[in-house]
């Protein structure tokens, strides 16, 4: 890369002197990792990510800004290079993240709804490594949470379907809607493939049906006998009668309406938050 990405001076880096020295770097480190390709919200970011091989790896030149930043938001920022605008971050990146989200949870440098991002993004890296004493903790403190990000809420949701506390997950997903998604089309998008698992689940334990249990490469028999301790702290499925938000929402807004035009949809689509397939450093 040649050009600074703030004035498009030519350069020997991503950033010339002049807006190195004025740049907020740690928002502006915020900004890159958040960026949505192809947007047109910032033309000549949209032309660097054209020379990239992905797109997306755009995200990735936090890694190359953020030196200076405090260890704290250095850690924060350096994730969200990693999982963008997703709710988690690669499999492949975990071990990695842990690191990160341990030098970073607890620091000042970060506002209450960065630690829940950071947070949500732990809750799904725990739930699927079968850490369920380190995620329910985890899922305790978003749950008390004021405000969440989509994605955690997205992650609560799922990690009480996984065990088996389907009312709490309800309340999960209500909370979500709460949370003024309602101009984040992939966010949506994320919500009824929600409402769908939530109510596949239900249906299936009050048939008595296979629930889930962990299905680790190793260890499943230990990971089962330890998984039913969930089962004291379920409510209890319920069977028919659950009217999730999608079926019964009604918006004013012209965007929603199941009649909404292609033309429609592709104009307002230029504030979906892509999901992303990204690989760990």
């Given at each position: 890369?040649?050009?600074?990405?703030?004035?498009?001076?030519?350069?020997?880096?991503?950033?010339?002197?002049?807006?190195?020295?004025?740049?907020?770097?740690?928002?502006?480190?915020?900004?890159?990792?958040?960026?949505?390709?192809?947007?047109?919200?910032?033309?000549?970011?949209?032309?660097?990510?054209?020379?990239?091989?992905?797109?997306?790896?755009?995200?990735?030149?936090?890694?190359?800004?953020?030196?200076?930043?405090?260890?704290?938001?250095?850690s924060y920022v350096r994730v969200l290079g990693i999982a963008g605008n997703a709710a988690n971050v690669p499999k492949d990146s975990r071990?990695?993240?842990?690191?990160?989200?341990?030098?970073?949870?607890?620091?000042?440098?970060?506002?209450?709804?960065?630690?829940?991002?950071?947070?949500?993004?732990?809750?799904?890296?725990?739930?699927?490594?079968?850490?369920?004493?380190?995620?329910?903790?985890?899922?305790?403190?978003?749950?008390?949470?004021?405000?969440?990000?989509?994605?955690?809420?997205?992650?609560?949701?799922?990690?009480?379907?996984?065990?088996?506390?389907?009312?709490?997950?309800?309340?999960?997903?209500?909370?979500f809607v709460k949370k003024d998604h309602e101009n984040d089309l992939f966010a949506l998008s994320q919500l009824e493939k929600l409402e769908?698992?939530?109510?596949?689940?239900?249906?299936?334990?009050?048939?008595?049906?296979?629930?889930?249990?962990?299905?680790?490469?190793?260890?499943?028999?230990?990971?089962?006998?330890?998984?039913?301790?969930?089962?004291?702290?379920?409510?209890?499925?319920?069977?028919?009668?659950?009217?999730?938000?999608?079926?019964?929402?009604?918006?004013?807004?012209?965007?929603?309406?199941?009649?909404?035009?292609?033309?429609?949809?592709?104009?307002?689509?230029?504030?979906?938050?892509?999901?992303?397939?990204?690989t760990g450093p």
């Open positions: 890369m040649t050009s600074c990405i703030l004035c498009g001076k030519e350069t020997g880096s991503c950033l010339c002197e002049n807006c190195r020295n004025e740049a907020d770097l740690a928002q502006l480190c915020v900004d890159i990792a958040t960026y949505r390709p192809g947007c047109g919200e910032h033309p000549l970011w949209d032309a660097v990510c054209q020379t990239l091989r992905t797109p997306y790896h755009f995200k990735n030149l936090v890694f190359a800004l953020s030196d200076q930043l405090s260890v704290g938001r250095k071990q990695w993240f842990y690191a990160r989200y341990a030098e970073a949870k607890d620091t000042e440098a970060l506002t209450a709804l960065e630690k829940m991002r950071l947070n949500g993004l732990a809750l799904g890296a725990l739930y699927m490594d079968y850490r369920y004493d380190e995620a329910e903790r985890v899922a305790n403190t978003l749950y008390a949470a004021e405000y969440l990000p989509w994605q955690a809420s997205f992650n609560l949701a799922k990690y009480y379907v996984v065990t088996r506390r389907y009312e709490q997950a309800v309340k999960a997903v209500k909370a769908k698992d939530i109510s596949d689940a239900m249906k299936k334990a009050a048939a008595g049906k296979g629930e889930y249990l962990p299905n680790p490469k190793e260890g499943r028999d230990e990971q089962n006998k330890v998984f039913p301790r969930f089962e004291g702290r379920m409510p209890g499925a319920k069977s028919g009668g659950m009217e999730f938000w999608s079926t019964k929402r009604r918006h004013s807004r012209k965007l929603y309406r199941k009649d909404a035009s292609v033309k429609e949809l592709s104009r307002s689509s230029q504030r979906l938050c892509c999901p992303e397939r990204v």
